[in-house]
Protein backbone atom coordinates (compact mmCIF):
# COMPACT_ATOMS: atom_id res chain seq x y z
CA UNK A 1 0.00 0.00 0.00
CA UNK A 2 1.47 3.59 -1.14
CA UNK A 3 -0.03 6.56 0.71
CA UNK A 4 0.21 9.69 -1.42
CA UNK A 5 -0.42 13.56 -0.97
CA UNK A 6 -0.43 16.58 -2.66
CA UNK A 7 2.96 18.51 -1.85
CA UNK A 8 2.40 21.22 0.66
CA UNK A 9 4.92 24.23 -0.04
CA UNK A 10 7.14 25.85 2.43
CA UNK A 11 7.73 23.02 5.00
CA UNK A 12 10.70 21.51 6.28
CA UNK A 13 9.48 17.74 6.32
CA UNK A 14 6.19 15.56 6.53
CA UNK A 15 5.61 13.39 9.38
CA UNK A 16 3.91 9.96 8.33
CA UNK A 17 2.07 7.44 11.26
CA UNK A 18 -0.10 4.23 11.13
CA UNK A 19 -1.14 3.28 13.93
CA UNK A 20 -3.39 0.61 15.17
CA UNK A 21 -4.10 0.78 18.61
CA UNK A 22 -5.42 -2.59 19.86
CA UNK A 23 -2.02 -4.57 18.98
CA UNK A 24 0.06 -1.48 19.76
CA UNK A 25 1.75 -1.38 16.60
CA UNK A 26 3.18 2.07 14.98
CA UNK A 27 4.71 2.72 12.24
CA UNK A 28 6.14 6.46 12.18
CA UNK A 29 8.58 8.18 9.92
CA UNK A 30 9.70 11.75 9.17
CA UNK A 31 9.72 11.86 5.36
CA UNK A 32 11.49 14.76 3.16
CA UNK A 33 9.54 18.06 2.02
CA UNK A 34 10.16 16.92 -1.49
CA UNK A 35 8.37 13.84 -0.98
CA UNK A 36 4.54 12.99 -1.63
CA UNK A 37 4.53 9.49 -1.06
CA UNK A 38 5.10 6.89 2.06
CA UNK A 39 5.20 2.84 1.49
CA UNK A 40 3.58 0.98 4.35
CA UNK A 41 6.26 -2.01 4.74
CA UNK A 42 4.96 -5.50 3.72
CA UNK A 43 3.25 -7.31 6.66
CA UNK A 44 1.90 -4.41 8.57
CA UNK A 45 -1.71 -3.95 7.73
CA UNK A 46 -3.72 -7.00 8.59
CA UNK A 47 -7.25 -7.87 6.98
CA UNK A 48 -10.54 -6.58 8.79
CA UNK A 49 -8.48 -4.59 11.82
CA UNK A 50 -8.90 -0.84 12.08
CA UNK A 51 -6.00 1.97 11.25
CA UNK A 52 -5.31 5.42 12.13
CA UNK A 53 -3.68 7.57 9.61
CA UNK A 54 -2.04 10.86 10.16
CA UNK A 55 -0.29 12.99 8.13
CA UNK A 56 1.47 15.97 9.45
CA UNK A 57 3.71 18.96 8.07
CA UNK A 58 6.33 20.10 9.40
CA UNK A 59 7.22 24.01 9.44
CA UNK A 60 11.63 25.01 9.99
CA UNK A 61 10.51 26.10 12.88
CA UNK A 62 9.02 22.95 14.02
CA UNK A 63 5.84 23.57 14.46
CA UNK A 64 3.69 20.62 13.61
CA UNK A 65 0.00 20.24 11.97
CA UNK A 66 -1.08 16.92 11.45
CA UNK A 67 -4.66 15.63 9.72
CA UNK A 68 -6.03 12.12 10.71
CA UNK A 69 -7.99 9.45 9.85
CA UNK A 70 -9.51 5.92 10.28
CA UNK A 71 -9.91 3.21 7.94
CA UNK A 72 -10.54 -0.68 8.13
CA UNK A 73 -9.08 -2.93 5.79
CA UNK A 74 -11.23 -5.71 3.81
CA UNK A 75 -11.77 -8.93 4.61
CA UNK A 76 -9.68 -12.18 2.77
CA UNK A 77 -11.97 -14.75 1.77
CA UNK A 78 -10.19 -18.28 1.86
CA UNK A 79 -9.36 -19.41 -1.83
CA UNK A 80 -11.98 -23.01 -2.80
CA UNK A 81 -10.80 -25.73 -4.18
Same mark, same amino acid.
Given at each position: ?11 ? *? ?18 ? *? ?48
Amino acid at each position: LAITWRPVADIA *AYVVKLEQEERGEVVEARIP *ATAARFVVPDGFLRPDTEYTLGIGTVSDNGNMSVVETTFTTGRTTAAKK
